[in-house]
């Protein structure tokens, strides 16, 4: 299939493309650069030796997004391109709520005109908000915490009424848990901009010297060492859900949420032994105060995902370690070394 990726020079747009260009799809990219840099494509098209059709512009953008129709003509869109950060989401609402739920509707205007029936979103776990039970399933009840939060469950609504509008249209929700890890080659990984918000990026640069120490937010949970639980899951075996999705939305309608996890978590504490066992040294911790609108624990069923678009989690907790370190201790800069 031809398939749209908005944001794909991020951290798991970019995984997607590949593991889309293995199983024999076209691929095209919106980006804004606003949280990727060039350089990313660079090495996405050296590791296929695919040909990628590019587009810098904004997913708000009405005319870019017909010239990317008219030149792509996509059979189905992935809809990366969006904003992550929980904490600036709450000082920047507004923002948060254009970019992912103005650039969404955008983006499905402009498949309206060009006749494009096929959107697979990135939603997030955090769409539950505080655990009424674990795991959670997708009948889970929906009360976000977050301004992030909140602009994933509306772009999620408005999908769901798009796609019921019509007989032909699909949407496929899928709520990532914890995407951590990186390529296989070491070419590509995940590279914030600024102080690293997410434990698996912070631990890599603790681990390649830039930081002097990790802080643990909380030690008195309700978890087995007080620590935080999550549902971390290996970013390629993220990008092959895309995959599955754009296979299983050959074949249905209708709008349907999947989680996106492995259906394990680990604690803060199991993150830091684990990463110390593949870079081989410690990593210096602080224990610090719980993070505000922190969850104590997190965890996927996944087994619609298994059952329905027929994917399962295959990487293990030593393979999200060794391979984020693998990226790290070789771009110790990001791409910024390049
Ligand atoms: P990322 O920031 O690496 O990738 C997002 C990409 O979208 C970037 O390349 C950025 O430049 C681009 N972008 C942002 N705003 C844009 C706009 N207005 N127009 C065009 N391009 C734009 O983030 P990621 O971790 O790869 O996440 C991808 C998607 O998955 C996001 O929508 C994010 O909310 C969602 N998600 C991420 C996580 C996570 O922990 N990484 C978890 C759940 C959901
Ligand atoms: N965490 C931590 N120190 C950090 C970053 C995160 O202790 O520098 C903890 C955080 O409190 C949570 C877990 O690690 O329990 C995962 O946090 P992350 O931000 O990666 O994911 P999210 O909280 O969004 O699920």
Known sequence: MRVLVTGGAGYIGSHTLLELMAQGHEVCVLDNYSNAVPEVLTRVRALSNGAIMDFAGDVRDPAMLDQVMQAFQPEAVIHFAGLKAVGESTEKPLYYYDVNVGGTLALLHAMERAGCKRLIFSSSATVYGEPVYLPYDEAHPTNPTSVYGQSKLMAERILTDWAAAFPDRTAVLLRYFNPVGAHASAQIGEDPKDIPNNLMPFIA????????????????????????????IHVVDLARAHVAAVTYAEGATGA??????????????????????????????KQAPRRAGDIAAMQADASRAAAELNWAASHDLDDMTASTWAWQSKNPDGYKGA
Request: overall charge negative.
């Open 256 to 285: 349907r949420p999947f989680n996106i996890g492995t259906g394990q978590s680990y604690s803060v504490r199991d993150m830091v032994a684990a990463f110390e066992r593949a870079c081989g040294k410690p990593i210096p911790t």
């Open 205 to 232: 640069q603790v681990a390649v010297g830039k930081r002097d120490f990790l802080q643990i937010f909380g030690d008195d949970y309700d978890t087995p060492d007080g620590t935080g639980q999550r549902d971390y």
